[in-house]
């Protein structure tokens, strides 16, 4: 059975009552946000980004860039994932560029997952490797002489501190490092993981009712980094479903897009506003990375997990099992602040 976490936090507000005034807050107030990672370790957070350089993975690494509060080491490419590993990695340098950050190291792995051949379809994959026909500046950082297993692996070896893995695609590129490395495990304050649907419809579509994209496209991946003995945070469709991407927030954006990565992000949304009047776009991985810098925009629970590597209707599925590996999934998110907490920091208030 599922433990809140909420409940630990209050066991250990009350075991801490001897030191501290108060753990709750008065009535009437706003209640205290919970930990964030920089809290936890009293340092500025060191951050990897592994992702497959999708249009939602754009406005999540944008944000980051943005936020003073942690430090982004590195940017892992999956190829794997939506786009190519070419224009994946000249994408991923362009953004960087944008945010003004040359110094960051981007490598990609591998284009094909550890196991199976599923894959995102061509439509998708040919809309984000041309950039959906926006531009960005020309990344004057070479990429590094190293794939992005390499790249992942020096640097979580080499941090003074431990690193915490911000995941927004396939996770065969982090997968793939903790086989080989397995200690790197060891290093990692924790794998924020945008993907699976536990108690709630996946969106592969089709016979699969029960799988996320990120998920289904290298399962066998997701169970090695489940099972790495890492601690892992689940953002997942259960929390997304809470953080759509509505009309109503776009045409906030279009009234104050005041910075460069702000413009970019709704030059973006314009090139989907067919998507966003579906109403089946939502804010899947700049949630992830928000919860990353502020995890009292959701909810928790800790769950016992598999992953289903076998093909068929649930290939990709993130089950609840008893014998599982333990992961704190993300079951709902404050869709409205982070809305507000979003768009202030990608106009760098």
């Not at 599923?118 to 020309?138: E, I, Q």
């Not at 579509?205 to 945070?233: C, F, Q």
């Not at 009047?277 to 016992?304: C, H, K, N, V």
């Given at each position: ?32 946000p919970s930990p964030s990672v920089r809290s936890l370790t009293g340092q500025t957070p060191s951050v990897i ?129 903790l086989q080989k490395s397995p200690a790197l495990a060891d290093n990692l304050e924790m794998i924020y993981i ?54 109503a927030f776009y045409e906030q954006l279009e009234d104050d897009h005041t910075s460069p990565e702000a413009t ?86």
């Amino acid at each position: 059975m599922s433990r809140r976490l909420e409940f630990r936090v209050l066991g250990s507000c009350v075991a801490l009552s001897l030191l501290l005034a108060a753990c709750k807050a008065p009535p009437g107030s706003s209640p205290s946000p919970s930990p964030s990672v920089r809290s936890l370790t009293g340092q500025t957070p060191s951050v990897i980004i592994d992702t497959d350089m999708a249009a939602d993975d754009w406005m999540a690494i944008l944000y980051l860039l943005q936020r003073p509060d942690v430090s982004i080491e590195a940017i892992s490419v999956t190829g794997a994932g939506e786009a190519h590993c070419g224009p994946g990695i000249e994408h991923a340098l362009g953004l960087v560029a944008l945010a003004g950050s040359d110094d960051i190291p981007v490598a990609c792995g591998r284009e094909t997952p550890l196991e199976g051949d599923h894959t995102f379809p061509s439509s998708w994959r040919n809309a984000v490797d041309n950039l959906y026909g926006l531009t960005l500046p020309h990344g004057t950082n070479p990429p590094p002489d190293q794939t992005a297993v390499e790249l992942l692996t020096s640097v979580i070896q080499s941090s003074p501190q431990k690193v915490t893995l911000l995941t927004l695609g396939p996770l065969t590129n982090v997968a793939e490092a903790l086989q080989k490395s397995p200690a790197l495990a060891d290093n990692l304050e924790m794998i924020y993981i945008m993907g699976g649907a536990v108690d709630v419809p996946g969106n592969v579509g089709g016979s699969n009712r029960v799988a996320e994209w990120n998920i289904y496209v290298d399962p066998h991946a997701a169970n090695v980094v489940l099972e790495s003995g890492a601690p892992i945070t689940l953002v997942s469709l259960d929390a997304t479903n809470h953080v759509p991407l509505t009309t109503a927030f776009y045409e906030q954006l279009e009234d104050d897009h005041t910075s460069p990565e702000a413009t970019f992000v709704f030059d973006l949304l314009i090139e989907n506003r067919g998507f966003i009047s579906s109403g089946g776009y939502y804010f899947w991985d700049p949630l992830a990375a928000a919860i990353l810098t502020d995890e009292s925009l959701a909810d928790f629970e800790m769950r016992q997990l598999t992953v289903v590597e076998e093909e068929g209707p649930e290939s990709g599925y993130t089950r609840p099992v008893q014998d599982g590996a333990s992961v704190r999934v993300a079951i709902s998110a404050d869709g409205s602040r982070f809305e507000r907490i979003f768009l202030d920091t990608l106009n760098g208030r």
